[in-house]
């Protein structure tokens, strides 16, 4: 079994910061690639960052130069820091892993969400 621990969510003002943090742990052989991807009111599921060994960090083009993502794999974990933050970044941010579970067969693992709110 797998936990996906997501941390960091909440309200803030436009032009303020927020870190998101989240944890993988359980039965895993490798964690191979993290992301953070969000969901805004009416809108589809968009990747927002991800980052890995062979690639580095990517960024969806509305958050570059905002929001880093950074990681700490000797714990399987992904953080989202969020600056100058927008009415736009308002949505459910979901973590995303991706690697190989302990039959070495790639598999795919995603929190259960967490509420970021940007509001005057």
């Known amino acids: 079994q797998v936990q996906v621990q997501e941390s960091g969510g909440g309200l803030v003002q436009p032009g303020g910061s927020l870190r998101l943090t989240c944890r993988v742990s359980g039965s895993i052989f490798a964690v191979n690639v993290m992301a953070w991807y969000r969901q805004a009111p009416g809108k589809q599921r968009e990747l927002v960052a991800s980052?890995?060994?062979?690639?580095?960090?990517k960024y969806v083009d509305s958050v570059k130069g905002r929001f880093t993502i950074s990681t700490d794999n000797g714990q399987n974990t992904v953080f989202l820091q969020m600056n100058s933050l927008k009415l736009d970044d308002t949505g459910v941010y979901y973590c995303n892993a991706e690697g190989l579970d302990p039959d070495i067969q790639r598999a795919t693992w995603w929190g259960q969400g967490i509420q970021v709110t940007v509001a005057s």
């Open positions: 980052t890995s060994s062979n690639t580095g960090a």
